[in-house]
C-alpha cells in the first residue's frame, strides 16, 4: 500500500450478480486502500457463492442489500458505512472496473494540488475490451470536467458534507452527473486526472462488425433505457443546459445509433425511452431541489 493512501481512504465496489472476474477487481483496489466495503444488490445464493472468499478478510466487508436497491443508494451504503468507520476519503467503483497501480495515490496529488475548492477526482477510462484509452478520456495532467462517471471516483468526507450523497430516487444513470454538478454549483471544480488510468466497460462490449470497422454494443435493457432517459431530463431540469449536455448529447447520439443498427430489441427499448421521457416531465418540481 503506497503511503499515500495508507490509512484514510476506503474503498466502494458495487455488486450485482457479479462474476468471478471482481474478486480479481476487488484484489487490485484492496492493494491502494485500508479497506473495501462490497456492496451486494443482489443477496442470492449465486452472488453468495461468488463473493465467498472474501470472507475473513480483515480489510473487505462485505454490506448485504435487502434486494437490488439501485447504483446510487448502494454507493451511499458503502460511503456512510466507510465515514461511519472514519476514513476521511472514499474512492467508489462498479464491479466491471480494474485499477492499475498507483492510480489513487495519482488521484491525490493531483486533488492536493488544487486545494479547498476540490470537487469529485476521477481517473482516465480505458476500454477493457479493447485495452485503449477512450477516444475523450486522453489528456497531460489533470483537467477540469463538468461530470465524471461514478466508477473511479474519488470523494472526501468534507466534499460529502457540503454537497449531500447520491441522489437515490435516481436509482441507476445519471446519479454521477447529478452528483457532479451539485459540487460544481456549491463551487467546487471537478478533474479528471489523465495519469490516473482504470479499465473499464459499458455494458456488454459485445463486439460486432458494422461497415467493415468492429464496434462494440452495450446491450442495456429497455429499462436502462427507461431511467437513462428519465434520469437525463431530470438533471437537465436540476441543472439545466452546460457544457456537461452537449458532451452527454453526443454519448447519446452516438450510443443510440448503435441501439437502431446493430443491438436486439429496438422496438422495446425506443418504448422504454418514451416512458421515460413522461416520467422525467412529469417528476415532481419539488423533488428537484436539493
Known sequence: MDSLSSSGVAAVVLAYHPSSDILSNIEAVSSQVA?????????????????????????????????????????????????????????????????????????????????????????????????????????IGAGEVDVLISSGSLFSRSLLEAIGFHDQPLF?????????????????????????????????????????????????????????????????RRHGFGRWFWEDLWFTSKAWTKVLLIEHGKLSKLAAAARGTWAGLRYPARELRW
Open 35 to 139: 479497506r473495501v466495503y462490497v456492496v451486494n444488490n443482489s443477496p442470492d445464493a449465486e452472488a453468495a457463492s461468488v463473493l465467498a472468499p472474501l470472507a475473513g478478510r480483515d480489510d473487505v466487508e462485505l454490506l448485504d442489500q435487502p434486494g437490488n436497491v439501485g447504483v446510487a443508494t448502494g454507493f451511499n451504503a458503502g460511503i456512510r458505512a466507510a465515514l461511519a468507520a472514519g476514513f476521511d476519503d472514499v474512492w467508489i467503483f462498479d464491479q466491471d472496473t480494474t485499477v492499475t497501480e498507483g492510480a489513487l495515490d495519482r488521484l491525490i496529488r493531483a486533488r492536493s494540488a488544487v486545494g479547498e475548492r476540490a470537487g469529485v477526482f476521477g481517473p482516465a477510462l480505458r476500454s477493457n475490451a479493447t485495452g485503449v484509452i477512450y477516444a475523450r478520456e486522453s489528456g
Open 172 to 236: 441507476i444513470d445519471y446519479v454521477d452527473h447529478d452528483i457532479c454538478l451539485r459540487a460544481r454549483a456549491r463551487g467546487y471544480v471537478n478533474y479528471k486526472v489523465y495519469d490516473a488510468i482504470v479499465d473499464h466497460s459499458f455494458g456488454d462490449a459485445d463486439p460486432v462488425m458494422l461497415l467493415g470497422r468492429r464496434v462494440y454494443r452495450a446491450n442495456y435493457s429497455p429499462l436502462r433505457h427507461f431511467y437513462s432517459t428519465r434520469n437525463r431530463i431530470i438533471v437537465i
